[in-house]
């Protein structure tokens, strides 16, 4: 198979992928709200664990442990951070590829107070030595820790103070059963509809001091991936084009001519979404597996799994089988050369 070229190693960070990036630190903690008054969209989440939280209140006792999963960019970091403000609690951050002894993890737990957040991100990460290690202390609010090796070997449990663990993962399937289990609370994160994601826009450009018409917003919106993270990166690029035209409104001009420049098409796909959809219209119907489609992309594995493809999964512009990845009659509408050549209908 042709191999494409899509993105080297040098060029700007893909600006339409849901996975945090350093572009996106700048104004992050400014445009997060941190009240469920200032949350829009997951609106079911949100419902239930409002009534978690106000129970938790009135019980006197710290919130079960939750799971987030989900696609990256769609507000995990955000609505614990939330939980933490609504539950008058202080929240510790951390990420599991930060987590790598014992001792790590040690260092962290026993510096949480009564009622604290533990928020780990990417928590599938975990080794399962460290699994084992927080078994107890999700279970039981105790550490045990082993000193020594072989007959020599002690084990010392440490008493932790009841605190609420919040794990966040792009791949919940890859977390152990055992982990999994242990959390009370476990809740799946969807993409968001164009009206609340122009709703995002609009509020967040209060916040960043810049003005934006309504169909601006719907249309920096249209081309968001139904993600958060990326809708508002795409605002502050549009900006930049807007304060170099010297406009003081984003208005569809602007803002077309922005996401055009930036590689972003109307149905919010870029050059390397489009070179997985070609490699997949060009299997004549056959799956594909992802080992080969990386390859033929020069990427990784994970990125396709969890950046790439949970999107156009959602749309359905390609279907997983035990066999590999197949293109729909979705995907041919974009490369009606290859259906025809192929036989394929669209029908």
Known sequence: MEKISLLNNEQTERIIAGDKKTIDSQNENTLRPISWENYIGQDKIK????????????????????????PPGLGKTTISHIIA???????????????????????????????????IDEIHRLSPAIEEILYPAM??????????????????????????????TTRAGMLSNPLRDRFGISAKLEFYNE?????????????????????????????????????????????????VQDKNMIDEVIAKHALNELGVNELGFDEMDLGYLKILSQANGRPIGLNTIAA???????????????????????????KGRIATPKTYTLFPHYAKNDGLSLF
């Open 139 to 168: 279970e039981d609010f105790r550490l045990d820790i082993i000193i020594g090796q072989g007959a020599a070997a002690q084990t010392i449990k440490i008493d932790l103070a009841p605190f609420t663990l919040i794990g966040a």
């Open 47 to 70: 419902k239930n664990l409002q009534v978690f939280i106000e129970a938790s209140k009135k019980r006197n006792e710290c919130l079960d442990h939750i799971l987030f999963f989900g």
């Open 85 to 119: 403000h609504e539950m008058g609690a202080n929240i510790k951050v951390s990420a599991a590829p930060m987590i790598e002894k014992a001792g790590d993890l040690a260092a962290i737990m026993t510096n949480l107070s009564h009622g604290d957040i533990l928020f």
């Open 296 to 322: 033929a992309m020069s990427e990784d594995e994970g990125t396709i799994e969890d950046v790439i493809e949970p999107y156009l999964l959602a749309n359905g512009y390609i279907e997983r089988t035990a």
């Open 195 to 243: 009206d609340e994601l122009a709703l995002i826009i609009t509020k967040a450009s209060l916040k960043l001091n810049t003005k934006i018409n309504e169909m601006s917003a719907k249309e920096i919106a249209k081309r968001s991936r139904g993600t958060p993270r990326i809708a508002l990166r795409l605002l502050k690029r549009v900006r930049d084009f807007a304060e």
